[in-house]
């Protein structure tokens, strides 16, 4: 599918559900292994069940990661819908998660001035072998991608944004600094 010069196709959603599929697989290897053999992370994220046809439809096409693929493991997921551990108590979300919209939409905004100037599709074309010697042609790759990048961040910035609403990128207290985290689940790191 053609959407805007974008070609979307299924392989995009493919790749996250192998990506999920295949830590579900090992996280239920690891279930069925005995406590002294597991690291830590393999504690944590282990499965000692399977999951039902409805958690897993759940955890596939989780609304906030589905489509760019941000990826969480199934145990924490699971703990996200039960409520259970960290999860048990989330404070609200708005702010957290009003800023992280903020991020993005700021990622957006860079990218829409960078490109206006410093177009990536210049790159590589006879125009761009003629403008300014070799320093500037360098420069103006250099801001070109620069820009470029924040087409990228911007996506993810706001679906981990969405993620912080829900309530799923709650990770706890910071006892020296006394304030909520919410990176548990993140998209990006710009």
């Given amino acids: 599918m053609n959407y805007?010069?974008?070609?979307?196709?299924?392989?995009?959603?493919?790749?996250l559900l192998v990506c999920k599929l295949s830590s579900l697989a090992f996280c239920y290897r690891d279930g069925g292994y005995h406590e002294r053999y597991l690291t830590p992370d393999q504690h944590k994220w282990r499965v000692n069940e399977l999951p039902s046809v409805l958690e897993m439809a759940s955890y596939t096409f989780y609304c906030c990661g589905c489509a760019l693929g941000i990826f969480f493991e199934f145990s924490d997921y699971k703990r996200f819908i039960e409520r259970k551990e960290e999860y048990s108590y989330v404070p609200s979300p708005i702010l957290p998660s009003l800023k992280v919209l903020?991020?993005?939409?700021?990622?957006l905004v860079v990218f829409l001035v960078v490109?206006?100037?410093?177009?990536?599709?210049?790159?590589g074309t006879e125009e761009y072998a003629h403008i300014g010697g070799f320093g500037y042609r360098v420069f103006y790759y250099m801001v070109a991608m620069t820009g470029q990048r924040?087409?990228?961040?911007?996506?993810?910035?706001?679906?981990?944004?969405?993620?912080v609403a829900s309530g799923f990128g709650y990770n706890g207290r910071d006892n020296k600094h006394f304030f909520h985290k919410w990176d548990k689940v993140v998209?990006?790191?710009w």
């Fill in 150 to 163: 924040f087409f990228y961040y911007a996506p993810w910035l706001i679906t981990s944004g969405a993620i």
């Fill in 187 to 189: 998209g990006v790191y």
């Fill in 115 to 123: 490109s206006s100037s410093f177009s990536v599709m210049v790159c």
């Fill in 4 to 15: 805007g010069g974008f070609d979307f196709e299924v392989s995009t959603y493919t790749m």
């Fill in 102 to 107: 903020a991020e993005g939409i700021f990622c």
